[in-house]
């Protein structure tokens, strides 16, 4: 193996073994990657993959119409629904005003004028019609209403500067409100993210923290953050490599609609069909 060091110095050809080391390991971690891989994916493979691509082929043909939204809140009433919505908040006596434009809610922990104003207010910011009332009523139904999505979406808001000037304490806060009081699985989706990337001056990227967080939002059945266990798993990122844990999370993922996680799921389909 080393007949063409020959002619180097010992330390020269000391460091062409490590190298030559080096190489054998890898590929051998390349190839035990690969039979995890390959065991891992043995019920997703053979009818069962010709199946689920078929299944997958067909969504996207079909542009995608029947799989889930990507963004949160997974509903978000247009403009043209604010009319009915306004009519049940008042049908179901929820406003403390007529003419809608101090508007707040008289009966916060009611389910009928939670959701109701709820859509009002994703309706009046996702759509940038009026923010600072959206705000106003995301605001009264998490600090009023004690209510987790209200929690969320206010500190989305600041988080994304929807319409606002961005504000990740004010964000941060209003998180971990919904986590600790809720345990809420887009609280802890979106902090995870936080943690993920990093928030100059704010927030430490922390990739452990990041994973804990979108973990507690996968038991709770939130499809991004199944997708990004897994990737994390897959890679490593914050938490000890485990394939085996890890496609099982992917295959749910992309079960239920999530695109990254089909593609995802491809692509290891396709390593192990083309070794």
Not at 7 to 19: D, E, K
Not at 22 to 44: Q, V, W
Not at 61 to 68: I, S, V
Not at 101 to 107: D, P, Q, V, W
């Amino acid at each position: 193996m080393l007949k063409q060091f020959k002619n180097i110095t010992p330390a020269a050809s000391t460091f062409a073994v490590c190298l030559i080391a080096l190489s054998e390991n890898n590929n051998n971690n390349n190839n035990d990657r690969l039979a995890i891989l390959r065991e891992s994916l043995k019920p997703y493979r053979g009818e069962k993959e010709k199946e689920i691509r078929e299944i997958w082929e067909r969504d996207e043909a079909e542009g995608f119409r029947k799989l889930p939204a990507r963004a949160w809140p997974a509903y978000q009433p247009d403009q043209e629904d604010i009319p009915t919505i306004l009519n049940n908040l008042k049908k179901q006596n929820c406003t403390n005003d007529d003419d809608n434009e101090n508007i707040l809610i008289k009966k916060p922990h009611l389910d009928v004028c939670i959701k109701a104003t709820f859509d009002l207010a994703t309706a009046l910011v996702f759509n940038n019609l009026d923010v600072t009332k959206g705000l106003k009523l995301f605001k009264n139904l998490a600090d009023v209403g004690n209510n987790p999505d209200g929690m969320c979406a206010f500190a989305v808001v600041y988080l994304e500067g929807y319409g606002v000037e961005l504000n990740e304490k004010l964000a941060m806060k209003y998180l971990k409100l919904a986590i600790e009081k809720h345990n809420h699985s887009q609280a802890l989706y979106e902090l995870g993210t936080c943690y993920y990337t990093g928030i100059e001056g704010i927030l430490e990227e922390n990739e452990t923290l990041a994973f804990e967080m979108f973990e507690k939002a996968a038991e709770q059945n939130h499809v991004a953050a199944k997708y990004m266990c897994a990737d994390m798993l897959l890679e490593g990122i914050g938490v000890t490599i485990d394939i085996p844990r890890a496609i099982p999370l992917l295959y749910s993922a992309a079960d239920q609609g999530h695109r990254y996680s089909r593609q995802r799921m491809r692509e290891l389909l396709d390593e192990c069909r083309n070794v």
